[in-house]
């Protein structure tokens, strides 16, 4: 089983939605790309920004990035406004 679930995730990225407002991450998909794109950053050389992620597996610690707040998932309206 993995941890923390989709549910738990989806939860934790949404947590600062208001209410009325569409939510950053409205299914499964959309956590699996966002943890995979921050797991390919973390190859290509980016640093972890949780600590003890040494020995684990990128996409394991993306997950956990994701799970602590560290990564904010950023929607492609919000994208091109920066």
């Known amino acids: 089983m993995i941890h923390p679930s989709y549910v738990e ?7 600062d939605v ?6 950053v991450v409205n299914s ?4 699996v790309i966002a943890a ?5 950053q973390i190859i290509g050389g980016d640093t972890p920004m949780v600590g003890h ?3 684990k597996k ?4 993306a997950v ?7 990564v904010k998932i ?3 309206d919000e994208l091109e406004e920066e």
């Open 9 to 15: 995730l989806m939860k934790v990225v949404n947590n």
């Open 53 to 55: 992620s040494k020995g």
């Open 36 to 40: 995979s794109k921050r797991a390919r």
């Open 64 to 70: 956990e990035e994701l799970y602590k707040g560290k």
């Open 28 to 31: 499964r998909y959309s956590i």
């Open 18 to 23: 208001e209410i009325g407002e569409e939510p």
């Open 58 to 61: 990128p996409l394991s610690v």
């Open 74 to 76: 950023v929607g492609e």
